[in-house]
């Protein structure tokens, strides 16, 4: 399995994607959301997306040039249309108006639909917390369903992310970012690219039994995710299509085919900014002061909180450089000797 050097990836995809005509400042911007997903361990949505983003853009099913339509403008709640335009990009957009309504009004409903994938949504949540805002995020994935609801028997729901952010004084902010399945489905491409097991629990075959094989979410027939938490994640994914995309103008799973390479994410977003509210001053105290009284639940300093995983595994590959499985970097070379 080849590691490189974050400086490296980000200039080989930031040279594949000018060389598929996608703008210099829009590449950047890609490159360098990527590789901030795999430096924080998250490989499922960091450098091995490329390639398919590259077939989306070649199929039409991403539009490299487009950028975020201002739809409608209330004041503390504005929506955009992404044009399926890198997530990567419009998301960044939409937030930015979205942060200074929050710092002005103090607070900010921000809906974005018909974007192309949106990445990890944990970045969406760090970019209102470098400026101090607390953001709840819930996105939708249109694309054919692979998670079964609760109880159901055919897939209905797409991954469905939900994310929380809360900024700590003086410290890394708490984020939580998780797919309201048992696990993201990238994350089971990833597994099937090193050729090894899901853990129990997470996917059923055709035929609804328990399977660790991640070959019944890449080859038909199809079998499906599992949502966390059983009626939990269930009902969380639904509010994450209803809120995430019947509310903002997106698509919902329901008339989704899945052809072609195209990842097409709605989300809505919520910021909050806590200097606005009366417990502001109890807020910047309780905060940490929680944190460090969870954290003590144990003698050592094994217990992590959210996004602590994210911050030791991004200082280790800043050192040690950025695994990429052999499968992926196989297609992400292929692009080298393919360009459009």
């Given amino acids: 399995m080849p590691v490189f050097s974050h400086h490296y990836l980000r200039d080989y995809l930031r040279d594949r994607l000018t060389e598929n005509n996608v703008d210099a ?11 901030e997903s795999s430096l924080k361990g998250h490989d499922s949505h960091g450098v091995s997306m490329l390639p398919r983003y590259i077939d989306a853009i070649r199929e039409g099913g991403l539009s490299p040039h487009a950028q975020a339509e201002k739809t409608l403008d209330f004041g503390t709640l504005i929506s955009f249309d992404g044009q399926q335009g890198f997530g990567q990009v419009v998301a960044k ?3 930015a108006e ?7 009004h103090g607070l900010a409903v921000v809906s974005l639909a018909n ?48 994310c929380a952010g809360i900024p700590v004084e003086q410290d890394d902010p708490v984020i939580l970012d998780f797919a309201t399945s048992v696990i ?21 075959d055709n035929e609804g039994n328990p399977t660790v094989d991640p070959r019944w979410l890449m080859e038909q027939p199809l079998g499906a995710l599992l949502p966390f938490g059983e009626h939990k ?7 994450c299509s209803l809120l995430g995309a019947a509310l903002t103008g997106g698509k919902t799973e329901r008339t989704a085919k899945g ?6 994410n709605s989300m809505l977003s919520i910021l909050i900014d806590p200097q606005k509210l009366g417990g502001a001053t109890t807020y910047q105290q309780e905060i940490p002061a ?24 991004y200082r280790q590959r800043l050192t040690d450089g950025i695994f990429v499985d052999d499968v992926s970097w196989g297609q992400l070379s292929y692009l080298n000797n393919k360009v459009a």
């Fill in 93 to 95: 957009q939409a937030l």
């Fill in 184 to 204: 993201a489905g990238n994350k089971a491409r990833i597994a099937w690219n090193e050729g090894k097991p899901v853990a129990p629990g997470c996917i059923v």
């Fill in 290 to 313: 929680l944190l460090e009284w969870v954290r003590q639940s144990r003698d050592d300093d094994g217990l992590l909180l959210p996004g602590d995983k994210e911050k030791q595994t």
């Fill in 115 to 162: 974007a192309h994938h949106l990445g990890r949504i944990g970045a969406w949540a760090e970019q209102a917390a470098e400026v101090g805002l607390v953001s709840l995020h819930f996105a939708n994935v249109y694309t054919k369903p692979v998670v079964l609801p609760w109880q159901g028997q055919q897939a209905r729901f797409g991954t469905n992310p939900f």
């Fill in 233 to 239: 994640g269930s009902g969380l994914s639904l509010v």
């Fill in 98 to 104: 979205g942060i200074a309504r929050a710092q002005t």
């Fill in 259 to 264: 052809e072609g390479k195209q990842i097409i």
């Fill in 25 to 35: 400042s829009i590449a950047e911007i890609v490159a360098d959301n990527l590789v």
